[in-house]
């Protein structure tokens, strides 16, 4: 049974940071590529950024370049998200996402997603 278990969320002032986690358990981690989405109050969900399985290559949408730095430590299973220079408009639930192939080398959208963590809050006021 594959677990998918994120932390890090919170309120945060604009212009703040904050770090995301998420724990994979259930299959061979560094296999898959994993991504980032958020779905704001009344918006659609969003992919913010992706990490391939080797851990070279990273994506993200153009909203959040420069800000935000995603990262992969296969040893602990866990992938990561650093924000900084939040703004009020990155306000959403985030999500943690395993993609539903192994060796993916791009990013991946919704319909490809295998496995979602619980996803986390994390508010930005301004």
Do not use: H
């Amino acid at each position: 049974q594959v677990q998918v278990v994120e932390s890090g969320g919170g309120l945060v002032q604009a212009g703040g940071s904050l770090s995301l986690s998420c724990t994979v358990s259930g299959l061979s981690f560094d296999l898959y590529a994993m991504g980032w989405f958020r779905q704001a109050p009344g918006k659609e969900q969003e992919g913010v950024s992706w990490i391939d399985w080797s851990g070279i290559n990273t994506y993200y949408v153009d909203s959040v370049k420069g800000r935000f730095t995603i990262s992969r430590d296969n040893a602990k299973r866990t992938v990561y998200l650093r924000m900084i220079s939040l703004k009020p408009e990155d306000t959403a639930m985030y999500y943690c996402a395993v993609e539903g192939r192994t060796y993916g080398d791009k990013y991946f959208d919704v319909d490809e997603v295998a496995n979602w963590g619980q996803g986390t809050q994390v508010t930005v006021s301004s």
